[in-house]
């Protein structure tokens, strides 16, 4: 067999694997190849690592007792790193060990919304990059996506925060936790900084963030909506607080503009997301 004979026959090896790869992971675009880039880490010190190891446990703990439906993706070495028994069961995901990120995403996303995520994260990554290596602060990001549950889309709403950096800023470790979403579309991608009023939001139009301040809930609010969650009618909370049904009312009206939601369901999951409760 000569030498070009074998050379094309590699070749032809080549493409055949490349194909199939692209034809099982259609999603790995460029959008995402960017943000592995951008992001890559090629080592990591020993106080980094042990904090890793040690944050990923408790999280692993509280995520298993919580039943909480939870991926942590770890991007040195480009794999999730852990996923909970009860993303698994829901998700009926059947895989072993720690597989690639690309992988998972191809097991839980429906291919439709994977251009949404891969969209949201490379923004997310290239508007923050610069802040994450000159400060200490956390950002939690939030966005409502469909999950495959039990072969059946179905909405969340995710919260992913980056709980683990190298020295230079780069995210080593990221958290992405599901819950029921309030609203009925996917989007409405949100990035909180905590322990702040300062939010920023995507404009899926314009294709990047706008800035955005909420000011903290008055005591009335607070109360307000918390005794709306509980089920309370606005009669019995006017009762309840000593205030009239039409202050209830338009206290309410006046906390939904301000949130900009449009149900206590929304409220409710704007104020715990983004630490006003």
């Not at 309410?252 to 997301?273: D, H, P, Y």
Request: hydrophobic fraction near 40%.
């Amino acid at each position: 067999m000569s030498f070009l004979y074998r050379g094309l026959i590699l070749f032809c090896v080549f493409l055949a694997i490349f194909a199939a790869n692209n034809y099982k992971y259609p999603f790995m675009n460029e959008q995402y190849k960017r943000l592995l880039q951008e992001n890559l880490i090629k080592e990591i010190s020993d106080e980094d690592r042990k904090k890793a190891e040690y944050l990923l446990q408790a999280i692993a703990i509280y995520s298993q007792a919580k039943c909480n439906l939870t991926y942590v993706v770890d991007y040195f070495n480009r794999s999730i790193a852990f996923i909970s028994d009860r993303l698994r069961l829901l998700c009926d995901l059947r895989i072993q060990g720690c597989p690639q990120m690309y992988e998972l995403f191809h097991k839980i996303f429906p291919p439709e919304d994977i251009s949404l995520v891969e969209e949201l994260k490379e923004n997310a990554y290239v508007a923050f990059k610069d802040k994450r290596a000159g400060e200490k602060t956390v950002y939690s990001f939030h966005c409502d996506i469909n999950l495959i549950v039990r072969g059946e889309k179905k909405l969340y709403n995710m919260c992913a925060i980056p709980f683990v950096r190298t020295s230079d800023g780069k995210l080593l470790m990221i958290s992405c936790t599901f819950s029921p979403a309030s609203r009925k579309d996917t989007g409405n991608a949100v990035i909180h900084k905590l322990d702040s009023g300062q939010l920023y939001i995507y404009n899926f139009a314009e294709h990047r963030w706008l800035e955005r301040h909420i000011e903290p809930l008055t005591e009335r609010e607070r109360i307000i909506l918390e005794n709306s969650a509980q089920g309370l009618t606005e009669r019995e909370i006017s009762k309840k607080i000593l205030r009239t049904n039409h202050s209830v009312k338009a206290s309410k009206r006046q906390l939904f503009k301000k949130l900009e939601v449009k149900s206590t369901a929304e409220a409710l999951e704007f104020c715990i997301n983004h630490g006003l409760l």
